[in-house]
């Protein structure tokens, strides 16, 4: 019986014969292959039982058919000779292979989406039949698990549209022929994952906490009132072990149930490692984190080593770099963080998406041209009120690309459908984007920049702005952009200070790559952990929790 099968323009011929059977056809001619020559009648009992499988494979695989058509297709182009099989056995490789997917947990992964529990018994398999049946099944895994390493278990704009990222796909016949091609195979297969530190730091954070279950887990804080330094509290030794265990804290660098020195200085580093105000007080939200458990913290780190996993492995060279989660923004430069900000990003109705652009240029004493959405749903309704309600802002009313009276603008016959007014900022101290943005193009109109509102960056949790990224200190931030190309901070105040909007070009298009990561590790060692502001990690869980296997 043959079967052709057709998906997205590639055709696979998959021929199923009877074990130990010769091809027949019902004229008496020889059985054609489809480039039209004879059919192999006298092919060994491997090359059927290969055939076999693969057709028993795609069948199985009903949801995953182009990854089923691509392994076929590259077995058959190499004629069925075995990837995993040598001298009648699985090879040193195979064996290192399976292990890997048995220890596909140490990625995040699931082994069981691998059936790598099954996979380790069929290392024993004989004959035609045991052996290709291990070879076929060994090479699905495979090339799911390698994918699944390179770019990911769900691909992140179909789970969420305010994921703007697509990761690099690797096709099922490519990765098996990387791999046939590798004097070490394991090493080929691995080598799909991220290289990076970034990623490995994280990964091996992952084993520590492994082992932190395996050994019971945490010390447990008990709740009670609101501890604050200076106070004494019985539960000032589980808070103690507590820190210790998180090495925040010395081993016998505290004593006693005095909350006081060495234990309050540990936790305010304990409450940065979670993005918390570093007051000492064990409040709410701070014994919350201290007795988040591990199987939580297992899983947001699964859900970051994904993350990592859809990002590009080289950032450029330098780069800004911008976690939402953290609000924070760095220039990065030869891997290096040379300038660190924090930042006010969208409101949680308000959500910054995540994607990756090139900045072009800095403008300088910009103005603001008042975006579509907030004009008409917070500017609009004050305007009917009173045609001068923003004079005081300096926002000045364009029709026409001149600028009118307010006054002479029917302002109540307008509409959210229906505005053809620009409003537009003047420059100055007061205006929205302040001294200078720093702009990089895209679809969001999302980009950095100053704000009059400076006392928003001494809050812990910053989601202020409306889609938007407000940098503190913008100007030193523009030092260090443009000192690449030779300005220096007193060319930046003469613009400044001259009042006058100016744009400077970039000589060297520079990228920016704006992330939401809920836990990371530090070059330091440190490990970071934030609050899942705008619910992604719920939507990414629920998604990794229904997968499907890659096509």
């Excluded at 043959?2 to 027949?24: D, E, F, N």
């Excluded at 928003?456 to 889609?467: D, K």
Aim: glycine letters at 6%; hydrophobic letters at 40%.
């Amino acid at each position: 019986m043959r079967r052709t099968l057709q998906s997205g323009g590639l055709a696979v011929l998959l021929t199923v014969l009877p074990v130990a059977a010769t091809a027949q056809t019902t004229d008496n001619q020889p059985a054609q292959t489809e480039n039209g020559g004879p059919e192999r009648t006298d092919a060994p009992l491997w090359y059927f039982e290969m055939q076999a499988r693969l057709n028993l494979a795609e069948n199985r695989l009903v949801s995953d058919t182009r990854r089923s058509e691509r392994i076929a297709l590259w077995y058959d182009q190499r004629d069925y000779a075995p990837l995993w099989i040598k001298n009648g056995k699985a090879t040193n490789a195979a064996k290192e292979v399976v292990f890997a997917l048995l220890n596909a947990h140490e990625d995040g992964l699931l082994p069981a989406e691998y059936e790598a529990d099954l996979m380790f018994p069929k290392l024993q398999q004989d004959g035609e039949a045991g052996l290709a049946d291990f070879e076929i099944s060994l090479s699905y895994a495979v090339t799911l698990y390698g994918q699944h390493l390179r770019r990911g278990r769900v691909s992140p704009n179909e789970i969420n549209r305010e994921l703007v990222i697509y990761p690099e796909e690797i096709a099922a016949d490519v990765l098996l022929q990387r791999i046939a091609e590798s004097d070490d195979p394991l090493e080929a297969l691995v080598g799909f994952a991220p290289g990076t530190d970034r990623y490995e730091r994280l990964k091996n954070h992952l084993r520590h906490l492994f082992v932190v279950r395996a050994a019971g887990g945490w010390t447990n804080v008990p709740a009670g009132a609101v501890l604050k330094p200076g106070m004494k509290d019985p539960r000032v030794p589980a808070l103690r072990q507590r820190l210790i265990e998180s090495k925040d804290l010395p081993a016998n660098a505290h004593t006693g149930e005095l909350y006081d020195g060495a234990l309050v200085e540990a936790l305010e580093e304990y409450q940065t490692r979670m993005g918390l105000e570093a007051d000492g007080v064990v409040g709410p939200a701070t014994l919350g984190q201290l007795n988040t458990t591990v199987d939580e913290r297992i899983r947001l780190v699964e859900l970051n080593l994904e993350r990592r996993r859809w990002m590009q492995a080289d950032f450029g060279d330098p780069y800004i770099f911008v976690n939402l989660a953290d609000q924070v923004v760095k220039f990065v430069s030869n891997e290096k963080t040379i300038h660190a900000a924090v930042t006010q990003v969208g409101k949680p109705y308000h959500r910054t998406p995540v994607f990756s652009d090139e900045m072009e240029y800095l403008e300088f004493n910009p103005y603001w041209n008042v975006p579509y959405s907030i004009a008409t749903k917070e500017y609009l309704p004050k305007l009917k009120a009173n045609a001068y309600a923003l004079q005081s802002q300096k926002i000045r009313a364009i029709v026409d690309g001149r600028v009118v009276n307010p006054a002479s603008i029917p302002w109540s016959s307008y509409s959210r459908a229906r505005f053809p007014v620009r409003l537009r900022q003047d420059s100055g101290p007061g205006n929205a984007l302040g001294r200078v943005k720093f702009m990089f193009p895209n679809r969001f109109n999302i980009y950095l920049h100053d704000t009059p509102s400076k006392s928003n960056f001494q809050r812990a949790s910053r989601y202020f702005s409306h889609g938007c990224i407000r940098v503190e200190d913008p100007l030193k931030m523009a030092e260090v952009i443009l000192g690449l190309q030779g300005m220096s901070r007193a060319d930046i105040d003469r613009i400044v200070n001259s009042g006058k909007r100016r744009v400077v070009r970039l000589e060297n298009p520079l990228p920016v790559h704006v992330v939401y990561l809920t836990a990371w590790v530090n070059k330091d060692g440190s490990v970071h952990y934030r609050r899942d502001v705008y619910g992604r990690d719920e939507i990414l869980s629920k998604a990794l929790a229904i997968a499907k296997p890659l096509r």
